[in-house]
């Protein structure tokens, strides 16, 4: 076996050894560097492709956020359309059956009074407000009234209107001036004097009550409109009577 001898000196080694070190770290900082270099250049080049992006979709988005809020707007517009189609169609619906309520309230009104309103603002308490030239007319109209009552013997010639008896104010008092109201006759007019203005309520059966629509943009509670022009206004002095029939 052959044995080799380095008869170099050891500085001539050492320095053999430092230059292929040195030759061997410059190709490791060399790679690493580009490697590191083409890396941040992709870094670079995905941050401007991102950016772009993002200045795309900020355009994007907020032309989206201007849709929105046009299609919220007619979305709204349409809701209170359909609310409004929805009030007038229920309230066209409640007519007939009010009109129906009010002629046959007339009905047991006597002749002698004259009544300036009939309201069914809720569809189920009527409120009445009439003026009679005295206490004694007074009377007759409410026991004319009270014979709608349900369940009153003996039944009158007309359908029954009332739930509960009605129940009426203004009487003893004047509480307002008298007036003087020209009866309507086929002669000369005589004056005649209303001095007892009288309020009279009561709640309608159920086969006569209904219900009222609430007009769009107004809360449950409220009155829709045209509700008291609807439930009869100032309704004529009726001719009709509960023992004379229509």
Do not use: C
């Not at 299609?71 to 929805?86: F, G, H, I, P, R």
């Not at 009866?183 to 009222?212: C, Q, R, V, Y």
């Amino acid at each position: 076996m052959a044995i080799k001898i380095d008869l170099l000196p050891g500085y001539v080694r050492l320095r053999r050894v430092l230059k292929w070190t040195l030759l061997i770290a410059l190709i490791i900082v060399t790679s690493v560097g580009s490697v590191l270099t083409l890396l941040w250049h992709k870094k670079k080049q995905e941050v401007e492709v991102a950016k772009t992006n993002l200045d795309m979709w900020k355009k994007v988005a907020a032309d989206a956020t201007v849709v929105v809020k046009e299609a919220a707007d007619k979305e709204a517009s349409l809701a209170n359309l359909q609310s409004t189609v929805q009030f007038f169609g229920d309230a066209t619906q409640t007519g007939p059956r009010r009109a129906a309520a009010v002629d046959l309230i007339r009905r047991y009104v006597m002749p002698d009074a004259l009544v300036s309103s009939i309201d069914i603002t809720d569809g189920k308490k009527v409120t009445i407000v009439a003026a009679v030239v005295d206490s004694d007319d007074y009377s007759r109209l409410l026991v004319n009234l009270r014979q709608g009552t349900a369940g009153t013997l003996p039944a009158p010639p007309l359908p029954y209107v009332w739930e509960t008896t009605p129940v009426a104010s203004g009487v003893p008092g004047y509480p307002l001036p008298s007036v003087t109201i020209p009866a309507i006759t086929g002669s000369d007019p005589i004056p005649k004097t209303f001095p007892l203005n009288i309020s009279i309520a009561g709640p309608l059966i159920n086969e006569l009550a209904f219900s009222t629509p609430t007009a769009p943009g107004e809360g449950a509670a409220a009155a829709p409109a045209g509700a008291a022009a609807g439930s009869g206004g100032a309704a004529p002095s009726p001719t009709g009577s509960p023992t004379g029939g229509p």
